[in-house]
């Protein structure tokens, strides 16, 4: 397609930027898609909203939509698309799928329909939700395979795509495109804190496992290591979080910051001396990457997603997961002076390949390409196996970093 071609794009996802449960995969939506919408393509979003929310807002270029709440979304949003956007002539549809699938082919009207998947949880659901509300989850990532097969995929890494391709989708019909980092103002402090101090920094979920993280604190403590530890999110595991740690006994040496604004969580990832995530899985580590562009290295579970933005022994350490005496050995061998200085310029080398220019450039040449491959098939080509929406276009290449 001619570079100027402008596409009219229709986003669902579970959140907006702005709802106070946002996370990393509306970080995502909105640096990718709010700089699609300011290089001129027409970007419209339908998600969720919460108590006193606008019903419909324009964030970052993108028009918003809202309609339903947290776990009412995905019964409103076909309704609120027959009324609202149905006769609106989208050139793509793009299911941002984080949480449950909203099985958007099945009622948006689109040229091409997309699938975007940041992680699945899988029995991960069950550490975390209630057991009624992990079993849907459990229970409708089971139909993905039908819903979706045949459609072209974008994952934001390895393991994500290997998902998709155990649960029957075909992997060579999966763009990995990984995720960014917003890198301007990021890079190492001038000085450290003075005391060794892990820090931990996102959404305060029981899944994520911090628990973990003040458990081997705990141990060095015990072994005589005067380490510190900086807990900085929020969310509703905090209060097991604060009560873990005074069980240990380390009131004194664990700050819970809440959450942190830009500059203040820079601030923490650059003068902490090592950066910990210890999640069973995750879709992509960006907080590793945000730590490694401040020049701190990462010490992490080695599971999906974390053991791709983690470079065991040269940017951080990879500990098998639950394994308490081997994280707190790798904590401990991350906090040595040298080990730390080492790692962490590594890591902040590392970390100036994600861009999240270079994302949106890579998702902008994969839609052209579908967009491409539609017009090559109306136009009565010979078959390019698509049939209709179904591959990836030729020449796309996987973006990994």
């Known amino acids: 397609m001619p570079s100027r071609t402008r596409l009219r794009i229709l986003v669902a996802n579970w959140q907006d930027r702005e709802n106070p449960n946002a996370g990393g995969a509306e970080e995502h939506l909105h640096q990718v898609f709010g700089r699609l919408a300011g290089r001129g393509h027409r970007v419209t979003l ?50 941002d799928l984080n949480k449950v699938p909203m099985l958007a ?3 948006a009207r689109a040229r091409v329909h997309l699938l975007l998947v940041h992680h699945l949880f899988g029995a991960t659901a069950f550490k975390e939700a209630n057991p009624l509300l992990a079993t849907a989850t459990w229970l409708f990532e089971r139909i ?17 795509r290997d998902d998709l391709a155990r649960r029957g989708l075909d992997p060579t019909r999966v763009a990995v495109i990984r995720n960014g980092v917003e890198l301007e103002g990021l890079g190492p402090a001038t000085t450290r804190f003075p005391d060794p101090t892990v820090v931990y920094l996102g959404r305060l979920k029981r899944y994520k496992r911090v628990d973990l993280v003040l458990h081997a604190i705990a141990r060095l403590r015990g072994q005589g290591t005067n380490v510190r530890m900086i807990v900085a999110g929020k969310g509703d595991a905090r209060a097991h979080l604060e009560a873990t740690a005074r069980r240990l006994g380390m009131r004194d040496s664990v700050h819970f910051a809440g959450f942190v604004p830009d500059e203040e969580k820079h601030e923490l990832l650059s003068r902490s001396w090592v950066h910990a995530l210890t999640s069973p899985k995750e879709g992509w580590g960006i907080t590793s990457i945000e ?10 579970s080695d599971s999906p ?29 991350a906090l040595e002076p040298a080990n730390r200085d080492r790692m962490g310029r590594a890591a902040h080398d590392m970390a100036q390949r994600y861009s999240w220019e270079g994302v949106t450039d890579a998702f902008e040449d994969l839609l052209r390409g579908l967009m491409g491959e539609v017009a090559t098939a109306q136009f009565g080509a010979a078959d390019s196996g698509l049939r209709g929406v179904g591959n990836l276009p030729r020449g796309v290449p996987s973006v990994t970093g």
């Open 46 to 95: 339908l998600c969720s909203g919460w108590p006193g929310a606008a019903p419909d807002a324009e964030l970052d270029g993108i028009r918003v939509h809202r309609t339903g709440g947290r776990h009412t979304f995905n019964l409103a949003a076909p309704g609120y698309y027959e009324r609202h956007l149905r006769d609106e002539p989208f050139d793509i549809s793009v299911e």
């Open 144 to 160: 993905i395979p039908a819903v979706y097969r045949g459609l072209p995929c974008v994952a934001v890494s390895d393991s994500t």
């Open 305 to 333: 997603g974390l053991r791709e933005t983690v470079r065991h022994g040269e940017t951080g350490f990879l500990v098998p997961h639950g394994d308490g005496e081997a994280l707190a050995a790798a904590l401990a061998a």
């Open 105 to 107: 082919p099945r009622w």
């Open 291 to 300: 730590a490694s562009a401040c020049g701190t290295p990462t010490v992490a």
